[in-house]
């Protein structure tokens, strides 16, 4: 079993940035990519970004240019780094991991508020 715990959400202005953090615990080593996804109220949840443990990275065509995914040294941690914000960046954000074998796990979420 892997076990995601995010951290980094919060209030930031527009043109603002944020970190979020992802740390993976567990079976680590069955995990094949991990990645960000997010969902705004009223909205189905959308892919962010995603990274592969070959160091692939993949974005939505909203963030390309502004956010960044990175895996940590230790390769069971995932960062996103989110530069000039925009008002509709505002969602709940979710680390997501998914395994060799097909599973899929996802954190708990945490809550990016934009202001304009």
């Known amino acids: 079993q892997v076990q995601l715990v995010e951290s980094g959400g919060g209030l930031v202005q527009a043109g603002g940035s944020l970190r979020l953090s992802c740390v993976a615990s567990?079976?680590?080593?069955?995990?094949?990519?991990m990645g960000w996804y997010r969902q705004a109220p009223g909205n189905e949840r959308e892919l962010v970004a995603t990274i592969t443990s070959g160091g692939s990275t993949n974005y939505a065509d909203s963030v390309k240019g502004r956010f960044t995914i990175a895996r940590g040294n230790a390769k069971n941690t995932v960062y996103l780094q989110m530069n000039s914000l925009k008002p509709e960046d505002t969602a709940v954000y979710y680390c997501?991991?998914?395994?060799?074998?097909?599973?899929?796990?996802w954190g708990q979420g945490t809550q990016v508020t934009v202001s304009s």
């Open positions: 567990g079976s680590i080593f069955s995990i094949a990519a």
């Open positions: 997501n991991a998914g395994g060799i074998n097909g599973y899929t796990r």
